[in-house]
């Protein structure tokens, strides 16, 4: 069974710093592409980030170009979401997905809030 | 960007009937290869979301054959048949043609 556990989430203040964590297992951690996808409150989808299966390419969404990182450990199976300068329009939460044959999302985590404010 | 537009629900859908949810696209998401880049996901109250159908019209796994999708490069629908109670969330459409990837804003689906 396909398990995806975030972790990392919580309360921080502008402008700090949060890494999510995202422990997968029950597939080849290493043969997927990964994604995070965040909701804000009463809000819809948004994607965030995207990362090959081997971590040698990355995608973002302009919003957080240069101010997130995406990477994996493919050891661990663990995805990661390095989030720094953060602003209160990232609070959402959070969720690790795993990305199909193509660019879909057929898992996804339970979700992690990320709450920016002072 | 591609910008993905969803259709209202005329709620609530009585219970056994069918229900379809529009998606517009303002790029085709028709492919060189054939396959159109389109894919539907349904999140219920309180839960994640959930996957339901890609490249159009191809299910999940484990998805009910009351969900087929269809459409064209830009215009799309996902068709309930027999609405149930668990059917009952948000639905979301997402392309994925290009970067950046996009969802539409979602259409709720309540049941009578």
């Known amino acids: 069974e396909v398990q995806l556990v975030e972790s990392g989430g919580g309360l921080v203040q502008p402008g700090r710093s949060l890494k999510l964590s995202c422990a997968a297992s029950g597939f080849t951690f290493s043969n997927y592409y990964m994604a995070w996808v965040r909701q804000a409150p009463t809000k819809g989808l948004e994607w965030v980030a995207s990362i090959t299966n081997s971590g040698g390419s990355t995608y973002y969404r302009d919003s957080v170009k240069g101010r997130f990182t995406i990477s994996r450990d493919n050891a661990k199976s663990t995805l990661y979401l390095q989030m720094d300068s953060l602003r209160s329009e990232d609070t959402a939460t959070y969720y690790c997905?795993?990305?199909?044959?193509?660019?879909?999302?057929?898992?996804w985590g339970q979700g992690v809030m990320v709450t920016v404010s002072s | 960007d591609i910008v993905m537009t969803q259709g209202a629900l005329p709620n609530p859908v009585p219970s056994g009937e069918s229900a379809s949810i529009t998606c517009q696209s303002s790029k085709s998401l028709l492919h060189s290869n054939g396959k159109t880049y389109l894919n539907w996901y349904l999140q219920r109250p309180g839960q994640s979301p959930q996957f339901l159908i890609y490249?159009?019209?191809t299910r999940a796994s484990g998805v009910s054959d009351r969900f087929s999708g269809s459409g064209s490069g830009t215009d799309f629908t996902l068709k309930i048949s027999r609405v149930e109670a668990e059917d009952v969330g948000v639905y979301y459409c997402q392309q994925d043609l290009e970067f950046p990837l996009t969802f539409g804003s979602g259409t709720k689906l309540e049941i009578k």
């Open positions: 997905t795993r990305e199909g044959y193509g660019d879909y999302f057929d898992y």
């Open positions: 490249w159009m019209s």
